[in-house]
């Protein structure tokens, strides 16, 4: 699998507002056919830090979800919430097994 | 869910031998009651940076995989590997909801 870490700060006052749009994002993502998983989760110690985990089955998978409308609405609508460039980090999955996902 | 999510860099030439203590932790954590998920991924663009995914139903069930004989021996075998402190956040869900994990 093709696993997108992303670590995102958002700035103070917009955190209900980041969670309306990444939730929209999750559910157009989990249509796509090449996704595995997007889940969102919110850090315990800081109400304005979150992370996104995204699974495909490959990279142009992911590529192929940069280019969705969904993924674009969000890109644009959280743009001014973000209080830092976003962390995104690129993995091959190792365990468990790809069949297993 | 409780979601602990884990960044590690490995000292050069330790890589084999903490993706195999890796693995058998993998496979232990997999069969407790409170664990959903414990991914494990390598970084693509750092052969060095590894990445644990680690989903459970609750915080007291992480806090029992912290007693568990597979965590004890995988933390004490990879510690003179490490190349730096291992990063661990902690997280609560949000999407999926937690009956669809």
Sequence with gaps: ???????????????????RATEANHRGTRTEPGNVRFDVLAAVDDPARFFLYEVYRSAEDFAAHQRTPHYLAWKAAVADWMAQPRQGVKHTSLWPVDESF
């Design 1 to 19: 699998m093709y696993v997108v870490c992303v670590t995102i700060w958002v700035k103070p006052g917009h955190e209900e507002e980041f969670r």
